[in-house]
């Protein structure tokens, strides 16, 4: 049963990587409250030494250490660039960096239209399993996002990353971080989404090790993007939990983060005109945010023409109003009720289900105060099926309270998921 709990919990989750995270760690609560006591006290002996081991790992990774390996890397170097022709030339080596026109006064920078771009078929000098700094300046010029690729788009050697610019009328910096696989790999820079129709400029790959990245840029722009000095590369977690909270990352987790919290206040505002039933579910949202409309719902084309808040409660509220939201918490209010009332009646074996659906149904809430979870077939289908489990199964057991019931109390819990499961 502690197995098929843990089980569940990853196999319900494991189309999102947090989320296994967060499954797992669940799983391993659950143990240890279930383990007879010298197991429990192993476990936590052991899950501390894990933890240590684990941080000075991350502490490593982050590139916290006193050493500095900054000594004897080569610089990227672009053997040719056919598919960049500028008025006076193509791409040059200036400075130990590939550069490509001239973003100083934006006068040799180039038009491109959708999958065109930016094409050097041999950069070399690279050093395999290290990271580099691809960075280059963009300038939309169309009214909506626009979304490109940066790599090799054909999957292989050092792979692709993606990058996003936002509607400006001034030149925008964007930085993506490749690791070389070979000492040549082709680097290609383009659009594929969006408007499509960008102005590209300076096209520079440094070692992300290396010295500081050169000023920026961007004519009639800012420097507010490039950072100040020598960066270290730091481990997913630290970096999602740091940028968060950091305005000027380039991450884009605090401009998500906001734009998750501006879209809630902004939906809670208009719930508060039609605060009983809701809007309904045919009315557009029309959220604008930063000069973009989300959920307009006027063109299937668009990118975010269809967009709920990321807030699957919250979308509960504004649809359905107060007494929908009401119900909704009235059904899990009960069901959590009825199975933690069980819990404290049943055998351990029989426990360690209870707890699983409880961890299930209360992780996948979780995961809907954030994301479009219950909109969907993919969570919702697990918090559905746990939510009727702990208001049906409870009924089912022998020692459940002696209240009228349609439902047969014969046998034990798991000969009732047997009977539920076959008729």
Not at 51 to 76: E, T
Not at 190 to 199: I, L, M, T
Request: hydrophobic content about 50%; glycine content about 10%.
């Amino acid at each position: 049963p502690l197995l098929g709990a843990a089980g569940a919990l990853v196999l319900a989750t494991a189309t999102i990587t947090r989320s296994v995270v967060v499954a797992l760690v669940a799983s391993l609560l659950v143990l240890v409250v279930l383990l007879p006591r010298r197991l429990r006290v192993a476990l936590v002996v052991v899950g501390a030494l894990a933890i240590s081991l684990g941080a000075v790992v991350l502490v490593q990774a982050a590139g916290l250490g006193l050493r500095s390996s900054n000594v004897g890397v080569q610089v990227p170097r672009a053997v040719a660039d056919p598919g960049f022709v500028a008025d006076d030339g193509g791409s040059t080596m200036i400075g130990g960096v590939v550069v490509a026109g001239d973003a100083a006064e934006g006068t040799r920078s180039r038009e491109v239209g959708l999958f065109e771009g930016l094409d050097i078929p041999a950069l070399e000098n690279l050093v395999p399993g290290r990271r580099y700094t691809v960075s280059f300046a963009v300038k939309p010029l169309g009214p909506e996002l626009t979304t490109g690729i940066a790599g090799n788009n054909a999957g292989t050697g050092w792979g692709m990353a993606r990058w996003t610019v936002r509607p400006a009328s001034n030149w925008q910096r964007v930085y993506v971080h490749l690791t070389a696989t070979a000492p040549t790999e082709r680097l290609i820079v383009a659009p594929d989404s969006g408007p499509a129709r960008v102005r590209f400029d300076v096209l520079m790959v440094t070692p992300s090790r290396e010295a500081a990245l050169p000023p920026s840029v961007d004519p009639g722009g800012t420097n507010s993007d490039v950072p100040d000095g020598p960066t270290r590369p730091r481990s997913p977690i630290a970096s999602a939990a740091l940028d968060t909270f950091d305005p000027n990352a380039r991450a884009g987790h605090y401009a998500n983060m906001h734009w998750r919290l501006d879209f809630w206040a902004y939906l809670l505002r208009e719930t508060a005109k039609n605060p009983v039933l809701g809007v309904g579910f045919g009315r557009p949202a029309a959220f604008e945010w930063k000069g973009i409309t989300y959920d307009a719902r006027t063109d299937p084309s668009r990118e975010f023409d269809f967009t709920p808040p990321h807030n699957s409660f919250v979308n509960v509220l504004y649809r359905m109003g107060g007494l929908g939201l009401l119900a909704l918490g009235a059904l899990l209010a009960v069901a959590v009720w009825r199975g933690l009332r069980l819990a404290f009646q049943v055998r351990a074996s029989e426990r360690a289900w209870l707890a699983a659906l409880v961890s299930l149904l209360a992780f996948i809430v979780l995961i809907a105060c954030f994301n479009v979870a219950l909109e969907g077939p993919y969570m919702s289908m697990f918090f559905w099926t746990a939510l009727a489990l702990l208001l049906v199964l409870p009924g089912l057991h022998p020692k459940a309270n002696d209240r009228p019931s349609l439902l047969p109390r014969r046998g034990s819990f798991a000969s009732a998921v047997r009977r539920l499961g076959r008729g």
